[in-house]
């Protein structure tokens, strides 16, 4: 071997010692850009979000598609509320994760009611002092008055829309008696709802025996399959959205990072809403597609009222280089974000 044929078996060993170096700092380096799921859900028997009452009637909430078909729906405020509450119990009840003084007491004005100390004449150092100092403010957003300043939260939810020809809605007649008008001895005014009997619209023969004495109101039940769709975006825990800058170290992200995911999984297990007191929903299921963006490349948003959703997907995600992690199930569905909770958010730059 000649000395010019050892230097070059030199250099494409280094070469080659680079690359693999490379591929093991990547591996290591996994971080989360973006995180979409997107499914179908099944609710039995639920009422979590309503138009409002008009007289003695609950109007149960109506959306339109493109094509003119209404269809059921609940809110995304509702579902990112739920989720927002889910982010503060584990905050709450956790160390070293800091909540300002409104979102101590999960004030709904956030950083707007907790400006106390806020530097008033340089928003980027306004912005600095809430995300260092709350990770509610930071993970779902706020809006503060004077300073100026806001921050769009790193969640996003759409509307949970009824599938085509997949929801069912029923009015049931509820009737609240008074205990004077039962024929009991004090008056009723003091006293509000005493009792409460339900029957099904087509059931009048007992209501007739009633309508003297109560008051008849109709609430709405509806059972479906539903398309959600939400959006988290890792990469913005702690980012300074004024002068692009990341007030927080990667362990302090990583901690917020797990309780958006932990959230997420509180959030499909238990929905909450309006009239779960005595509508609390019969889940039966839940299927879809978390997709996992490790690269600043967004990832794609297909609705799940497309009954092909989860084929067209995967299909742009192995296009995009993004994963694509279906699931059946719930279980499946935790199974798939736990380690994603472990995951360090993506870190676009340094600073
Ligand atoms: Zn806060």
Request: neutral net charge; aromatic residues 8%.
């Amino acid at each position: 071997m000649t000395t010019q044929d050892f230097q070059r078996a030199e250099e494409r060993q280094q070469v080659s010692q680079e690359q693999s170096q490379s591929q093991a700092d990547k591996a290591v380096n996994k971080g989360v850009f973006e995180i979409a799921i997107l499914g179908r859900v099944i609710w039995n028997l639920h009422s979590l979000n309503n138009e409002g009452t008009i007289g003695n009637a609950t109007e149960p909430r109506t959306v339109v598609l493109w094509d003119g078909t209404k269809t059921d729906g609940v809110s995304g405020e509702m579902m990112k509320h739920i989720h927002a509450f889910w982010t503060w119990l584990q905050a709450k009840n956790a160390t070293g994760i800091p909540l300002c003084t409104a979102c101590q007491r999960f004030q709904p004005q956030r950083a707007d009611a907790a400006r106390v100390g806020l530097p008033s004449e340089d928003n980027a150092l306004a912005v600095k002092e809430v995300l260092s100092r709350c990770a509610l403010c930071d993970l779902h957003g706020f809006l503060v008055q004077d300073p100026p300043i806001n921050r769009q939260s790193t969640v996003e939810f759409g509307w949970i829309v009824g599938v085509r020809d997949s929801v069912h809605r029923e009015f049931h007649i509820h009737a609240r008696h008074a205990v004077a008008e039962r024929g009991a001895a004090r008056a009723a005014k003091e006293v509000a709802a005493q009792m409460v009997y339900s029957t099904s619209e087509g059931q009048k023969g007992r209501q007739k025996k009633e309508v003297a004495a109560q008051m008849v109101y109709h609430r709405p039940t509806r059972s479906g399959v539903y398309a959600l769709v939400t959006l988290y975006q890792p990469w913005r825990i702690g980012l300074n959205e004024v002068d692009y800058t990341y007030v927080l170290d990667d362990s302090q992200r990583q901690l917020r990072h797990g309780l958006i995911l932990t959230a997420y999984e509180w959030t499909f297990k238990r929905p909450d809403g309006a009239m779960i007191t005595t509508r609390l929903p019969h889940i039966e299921g839940f299927e879809g597609v978390v997709l996992v963006s490790r690269q600043p490349v967004p990832v794609p948003l297909l609705s799940p009222l497309r009954d092909d959703y989860l084929e067209r997907l995967q299909a742009l995600a192995q296009k995009q280089g993004i994963e694509a992690h279906r699931f059946g199930d719930l279980v499946k569905l935790i199974d798939i974000l736990q380690p994603l909770a472990k995951a360090q958010p993506l870190r676009l730059f340094q600073s």
